[in-house]
């Protein structure tokens, strides 16, 4: 039984020797990166058993030594060779473990670790240890916050509000994961999940509201309803993910109706517009009738004191700049017929004949 | 055995391979995302991690397992919420308007065994639900009206769907976690130009109303002010009637017969009477 069990450990050795020299030779962390490195040993045996019993393979395998191991082999013996394949081994075991065990983890990350397909724990940033690759295997979980546009490309993106119109809408959702053991083990295609949801969430919100509601003044209630539907909704597939904010970007009029709706604003400042002029005209009429009344009262007060110096004055003052400027006739009556120029009267309008002004 | 058969390489070699073999067919790992179904001779016997609701993740069954080799063998099911995608379906509402939507639902298979015996295997379970879920939304978006389908009632109308779908995919070990209308759009073409066409009806109706209300808004500010005006003239002037005719009959005079400076004024000639109040002095009484 021990013999075997020693024939069985040499095969082992030799028959992980031209991968290990090999590996060597070129790269022994890649190698064992890839993880083929365990298998070796279960998948050369029979190369290895001929090692033994057949001088040809021998000889290749010598052959192969040189060409795979570099000079190395060359200069060792039998048993010499043995042990250096041992040490060789042992050197890609540990590199082995090393690489697979230690794990770097950056700040806005987190690994999830499983042990034989078991949650075991999170790791927090910095270099953190675990046990080798086929045992332990660490999904690194991104925590940084990521940003989903809508619509992804481009174009339009036409959604129904509740009063049947259809608007243009863009709009951008922040989410981060919060637990990542829920993001990893409880839901499959996160990013899509989280796509669809905020797209469900976005249009259902969007039918709940009219038109002017959509592309004007309701925009931010609109979008922190949809973070809050977006948030319970994922919370009910247990998505481990935070909604950060919700972000509409743009809710216009669609192209094919965008004249119209450009039409009403246009028809919004004229509106306003006359309503402006009317306040001013307002003011004006207002405060003309202010200030007329003003003096009238303040007159007034005057001639309360003295009426007939007042009124006369006023009279005479007036009567005096009339006058002055017109052309004067004046008529001994009775009995003289006075000659009136009438052609030369009836050039001008204004003219007034003036006849016993009432005091 | 004697010694020389057991030292035999080719006899080790063999007895590893089938250790190998063996091993391979008896151990498994089961992922904390994954539920095995264990199979005697095809037949469904028992489930490794199955789904149970609220469980934590390291608590689970998930781990290094053993089977019995050969005998047994095993179908793996997804243990995480999946989804069937429905992309632009057509209905047509009560009110004959046609709206083209897609929807989701997301499911988990919560009974694996049910699902193995019915279904055989997860992509099956996908393509038996996505007909059923399409002829739930048909049956129950086409019993509504087009402006129910965007209310706020469109939650009963999920809650309604995932209720249908859920009774079928019970058969099957599944639970609906959720049904949602991802979108629903008016067809490309005649229903969407005619939504366009109302929109700028609309639209061009409301323009023409603001400038309405414009102007009805200008013209009652300015009747007001002349109100308000015509009230503060009175209030003043009506505290002597005739000493107000004799001050504006004064201002009038000053504005036609002298009128401001700079302004055209018609050339006035005046004849008086010498008995004229004016020239009442000339007499010298």
Do not use: C
Request: proline fraction near 5%.
């Amino acid at each position: 039984m021990t013999g075997r069990r020693v024939d069985a450990d040499i095969l082992r050795n030799d028959s992980k020797g031209p991968w290990g020299s090999g590996g060597n030779n070129n790269d022994g962390g890649s190698n064992g990166g890839q993880g083929s490195g365990p298998r070796n040993p279960w998948a050369f045996p029979p190369s290895g058993k001929r090692t033994r019993s057949s001088n040809p393979i021998e000889d290749w395998l010598s052959k192969a030594r040189r060409g795979g191991g570099g000079g190395g082999g060359n200069f060792l013996g039998g048993g010499d060779a043995k042990r250096w394949y041992l040490v060789a081994a042992g050197v890609l075991l540990a590199a082995w473990i090393i690489l697979t065990s230690v794990h770097p983890i950056a700040a806005k990350e987190r690994g999830v670790v499983t042990v034989l397909g078991r949650y075991t724990g999170t790791l927090s940033p910095g270099w953190q240890v675990t046990m080798p690759y086929p045992l332990a295997s660490v999904t690194i979980v991104d925590m940084s916050v990521r940003n989903e546009t809508f619509p992804e490309n481009g174009g339009d993106n036409l959604v129904l509000t509740q009063d049947q119109n259809i608007i243009n809408l863009s709009y951008s959702v922040n989410w981060q994961v919060a637990n990542p053991e829920d993001y990893s083990f409880q839901i499959r295609d996160q990013q899509g999940t989280v796509r669809a949801v905020a797209e469900s969430a976005m249009r259902a919100v969007i039918a709940t509201v009219p038109l002017n509601a959509a592309i004007g003044s309701g925009q931010d209630r609109i979008a922190a309803r949809v973070q809050e539907n977006m948030q319970s909704i994922l919370d009910r597939y247990h998505a481990g993910v935070r909604i950060q904010i919700v972000a509409i970007k743009g809710a216009v009029a669609p192209q094919q109706v965008d004249e119209a709706f450009k039409a009403v604003s246009a028809a919004e400042q004229k509106a306003q517009a006359q309503v402006n002029n009317a306040n001013a005209y307002a003011q004006q009429k207002i405060a003309a009738a202010q200030g007329e009344t003003a003096q009238f009262d303040k007159l007034y007060e005057q001639y309360k004191l003295a009426p007939e110096v007042t009124k006369r004055r006023l009279y005479y003052e007036t009567m005096e700049q009339v006058l002055a400027k017109s052309n004067k006739t004046i008529v001994e009556a009775p009995g003289v017929t006075p000659y009136l120029p009438l052609p030369q009267l009836k050039g001008s309008s204004e003219t007034a004949a003036k006849q016993g002004v009432a005091p | 055995m004697n010694a020389s058969l057991i030292r035999s390489p080719m006899v080790l070699v063999v007895a590893a391979l089938g250790l190998l073999l063996l091993l391979y067919n008896t151990i498994y790992v089961v992922s904390e995302t994954s539920q095995a179904v264990i199979l005697n001779l095809g037949n469904p016997v028992g489930t490794v991690n199955a789904w149970r609701p609220g469980e934590s993740f390291g608590r689970t069954n998930a781990g290094l397992k053993v089977k019995i080799p050969f005998l047994q063998s095993i179908v793996w099911v997804d243990k995480r919420v999946r989804d069937v995608d429905l992309e632009g379906q057509q209905v047509l509402s009560t009110d004959q308007l046609r709206v083209e939507v897609d929807a989701f639902a997301r499911y988990r298979v919560v009974d694996p065994i049910t699902m193995v015996r019915t279904a055989g295997n997860e992509e099956r379970v996908a393509d038996q639900l996505q007909p059923i879920l399409r002829a739930a939304l048909r049956n129950e978006l086409g019993k509504r009206k087009m402006d129910e389908l965007l209310s706020p009632e469109r939650g009963v109308v999920m809650d309604n769907i995932r209720a249908g779908l859920q009774r079928i995919a019970s058969q099957y070990g599944v639970q609906i976690v959720d049904v949602r209308i991802k979108q629903a759009e008016l067809p490309s073409g005649t229903p969407l130009e005619s939504a366009f066409e109302r929109m700028r009806t609309a639209r061009l109706q409301e323009a023409t109303t603001i400038t309405a209300r414009g102007q009805r808004a200008a013209q009652i500010i300015q009747a007001q002010a002349d109100a308000t005006a015509a009230q503060i003239y009175a209030a003043s002037f009506n505290k002597d009637p005739a000493f107000y005719d004799f001050y504006r009959a004064m201002q009038s005079y000053r504005a036609t017969f002298v009128g401001q400076p700079g302004q055209a004024m018609g050339e006035t000639s005046i004849v008086l009477s010498p008995q004229d109040g004016y020239l009442r002095q000339f007499e010298a009484k």
